[in-house]
């Protein structure tokens, strides 16, 4: 069965540096997304993406963050100048298509840990 | 806008009694209601959905939960737990006007009980 994976499964980084969170997505869907899960905390949106430009955020979503879709694969998250709160896990999903009705899978997640 | 509220933080139950989930949900158009399940150190996993249709919703390892409009409700419920599904329960919506983002409630840990 296709799944999103993610690399790294854990990411250590100090406080100021960037650090890029992979994604692939699902072969053949074309909406993808972004949302993290702080320790004890639900899991929350953060942006989704299409045809190459991001089709909403929230305002957790700064000008520190950006993502892209640098080849036909790959979908990745990148935070210039990270701080302590971007602790995290980060999950990708994708969906075949727009509408609600589709379900986002979900890969396993990139643990971030800001020291 | 849409919430989610998720009664009980933590939910323990016996091996082979009922599971019951509190799900409850806020929105101002019909939604679509998810629940996802994450078991320790992994990602989140689809359990079952409602879109349209029959408001009773079967999803994988024996879950089903019942979409109620008037109670604005979505429970998530097994007749018997079994020690596999000892598992963190996330309840979500999305609006059904195309808006793709999921709203999460806060999740419910369950606990099962040799």
């Known amino acids: 069965e296709p799944e999103v994976t993610q690399t790294p499964s854990h990411q250590v980084t100090q406080m100021g540096q960037e650090v890029i969170l992979r994604c692939v997505p699902i072969s053949n869907h074309l909406y993808f997304y972004w949302y993290r899960q702080i320790l004890g905390q639900k899991v929350e949106f953060l942006v989704s993406f299409y045809n190459n430009e991001i089709s909403e955020k929230s305002e957790i979503f700064d000008d520190q963050f950006s993502v892209e879709r640098p080849d036909g694969s790959n979908f990745t998250l990148k935070i210039r100048s990270t701080k302590l709160e971007d602790s995290a896990m980060y999950f990708c999903?994708?969906?075949?298509?727009?509408?609600?009705?589709?379900?986002?899978?979900f890969g396993p997640g990139t643990r971030l840990t800001v020291l | 806008a849409q919430s989610v509220t998720q009664l009980g933080s933590h939910v323990s139950v016996s091996e082979g009694a009922l599971v019951l989930l509190r799900c409850n949900y806020s929105s101002s158009v019909p939604p679509y209601l998810f629940w996802y399940v994450q078991y320790p150190n992994q990602g989140l996993q689809l359990l079952l959905k409602?879109?349209?249709?029959?408001?009773l919703v079967k999803g994988i390892n024996g879950f089903e939960a019942e979409f109620k409009k008037s109670e604005t409700s979505f429970h998530l419920t097994k007749p018997s737990a079994h020690m596999s599904d000892a598992a963190e329960y996330f309840c979500?919506?999305?609006?059904?006007?195309?808006?793709?983002?999921?709203?999460f409630g806060t999740g419910t840990r369950l606990t099962i009980i040799p």
């Open positions: 409602y879109t349209t249709g029959a408001t």
């Open positions: 979500a919506v999305i609006p059904n006007f195309g808006n793709e983002k999921l709203t």
């Open positions: 999903a994708s969906i075949i298509d727009r509408g609600g009705s589709d379900t986002q899978y």
